[in-house]
């Protein structure tokens, strides 16, 4: 019982009007609604208090030549002065920033200082009301009904402020009017008490509405400034907080980090278990992240898989990686999803205010810089940034403003690597290499300029490019040669690229069976879900389909039951040691009579030597490439092979 009454009285004088009926809120809000409420207080208390030096001052006139004339002059000016001092304080404090949370002990403050001035009201009809003359009698009753209303005026929103101020009025009024015995005293005393329960009333009205109005406020920027799934702060919150950090910085040099994380291999829980699972993923992890955290910093969602963390008030650059490590460990333990363990890593990229930036866009795009080259490092990686991240990146923008004028300026072409039937001993089609000379850096290596257009969506025209070309050069050879053109991840986002398909094989009027796409596993896998319908919408158009970099994936097997592949092609790290490796060697024979039983081709990447095609020869394999059959050679050298040698055979022994 005793606690809870000290829980009540606490509420009360908190301001809080849970204590009146209203419905609780958590601190953090009732924080926020108090900060609200002193606000308001505060913007009305210097003209309030300029106003109670003025009545002080009204008082000592009027009572001049009242027997009590000292002690109202004592008391006027002891009331004055401290009006004056509270006003200019509170004047001063409206110039500094407007707090978002105020707590409990500042508003027990404010409610003692109504009561303090509000007893001071309270002594005046009791101490000088008697004495008074008729003149100055009607003043003190002007005065204190002025003092109840702009008590109640000024502490509208904040009814237990404002029964701490009216009350002493009330009580020294009463006090006054009931010791005289006067009939008209007692119509006066009624007409007080009739006038504070309006005024209380009022005050109660307007405290209630002026709660219910800052909790839809507050809702409304909660929901601007909060992520729906993980109740964390979303872009918009971390930008303003990443504002407020650069103005610490600027106005007292306050250093902080900023610390950009990324889930590696996201893509893959939504692909392989749903969104839902994938939705409840991101709850947990961010339910971790938030636990790795100091109590005044909150980690924000600004993406789908991607997470920022200010880190103020930094001191040493080792404090931002020991948070950054524990956001690493925080991934040591698997997420339960869908009753199943997921093991997952975050990589992270951090950099530090002011050295690597003292605007927002330079520390976003350095920390974003950062973060790039902590995911091409490895799973799991931390990077701070460096300059020379960003020289890579302006190196790599430019690389991409080249790019886009590359098939403009006739830069881009193709090169074809062919592929030998080995029971037959002849050439049974080509795979198509896009290669790019530069016009100042010379030849760049499609391993530099294929990441470059498939992160600025460049790869959809260079792949709409590849396709035209490589069915006109098709056209030009024999039709049983068929075509090998390579497929990026990125270009199954675009749908587009069927319709683009089948334009290209109708303009040089080739059969679809001649064009083979080439795709890899773990594309598959691990980046877009759409990839099997589109690859289902190419089968029925009647092209072939080739899987590319056999075992070196994670379910090879089963994307053999799903896809009726044309023909698998193995590794070449498995051709390579199959002649000094046993396990590689059986790994190369496992494949070739798995393809055999369920009628799919093979075909062996990177044969270098004559032993290597032998042993193949040996194991029933299909089809070999490498640079033992031929090296990627131009359209003119691959026409000029065929016309000199219509039967395709080639001896490559």
Known sequence: MRTHLRSYFATLFAGDLAAFGAPPADEALA????????????GYSFGIMLANACNALVLAI??????????????????????????LQARAARRIAKPQFVSRRTMYRLVRNALALGTAWGVVPVAFFANASSGAQLVITCLCAGMLAGGAFAFST??????????????????????????VYLLMAVLVLVYGSVLLRGVFVNAFEFRRRIIAQHEAERTVRQDPLTHLPNRVAFNEALNGALNRLARSGEEFAVLLLD???????????????????????????????????????????????????????EDALAIAERFVAAFAEP?????????????????????????????LKHVDIALYRAKKSAPG??????????????????????????????????????????????????????????????????????????????????????????????????????????????????????????????????????????????????KYGSAPAILHALLELGLTVALDDFGTGFSSLTY?????????????????????????????????????????????EGVETADQLEYLRQT?????????????????EISALLDHNPQHSVHAA
């Open 62 to 87: 009027a009572l001049w030549q009242s027997p009590d004339w000292a002690f109202a002059l004592v008391w006027a000016a002891a009331v004055g002065s401290a009006a004056l001092f509270f006003g």
């Open 158 to 183: 904040i009814p237990i402020a404002a029964i701490a101020f009216t009350a002493p009025i009330f009580v020294g009024t009463a006090i006054c009017l009931g010791r005289d015995g006067d009939f």
């Open 560 to 604: 053999l039951r799903k896809l009726p592949f044309s023909r698998i092609k193995i590794d070449q790290s498995f051709i390579r040691d199959m002649l000094t490796q046993p396990d590689c060697a059986a790994i190369v024979k496992s494949v070739i009579g798995l393809a055999q039983e369920l009628r799919i081709g093979v075909v062996a």
């Open 263 to 317: 889930l590696d291999r996201f893509k893959e829980v939504n692909d392989r278990f749903g969104h839902p699972a994938g939705d409840e993923f991101l709850v947990q992890v961010a339910a971790r992240l938030q636990r790795c955290t100091r109590a005044a910093e909150h980690v924000a969602r600004i993406g789908g898989d991607e997470f920022a963390l200010i880190m103020s008030n930094l001191t040493r650059p």
């Open 31 to 42: 924080g926020h609604i108090r900060a609200e409420q002193v606000s308001l207080v505060l």
């Open 620 to 636: 029933s394999c299909d089809e070999v490439q490498g640079y033992l059959i031929g090296r990627p050679m131009s359209g003119s």
């Open 381 to 526: 990686t931390i990077c701070f940034f460096e300059a020379s991240d960003d020289r890579s990146a302006r190196d790599r923008r430019a690389l991409q403003r080249d790019l886009e004028h590359a098939i403009e300026a006739d830069e881009l072409f193709l090169v074809y690597q062919p592929f030998l039937d080995i029971r037959k001993g002849r050439v049974t089609g080509f795979e198509a290499l896009l290669r790019w000379q530069h016009p100042t850096r010379g030849l760049i290596p499609p391993t530099v300029f294929i990441p470059i257009a498939e992160e600025s969506g460049l790869i959809h025209q260079l792949g709409e490019w590849v396709i035209r070309r490589a069915c006109t050069m098709l056209s030009r050879w024999p039709d049983d040669i068929r075509i090998a053109v390579n497929f990026s991840a990125v270009q199954f986002q675009n749908v587009g690229i069927l319709q683009t398909i089948v334009d290209a094989l109708a303009e040089a009027n080739v059969a679809p069976n001649r064009l083979e796409i080439e795709i890899t596993e773990s594309m598959l896998i691990s």
């Open 335 to 363: 997420f339960p999803i869908d009753g199943l363990e997921v093991n997952r890593t975050i990589s992270i990229g951090i950099v530090l205010a002011p050295r690597d930036g003292s605007t927002s866009h330079d520390l």
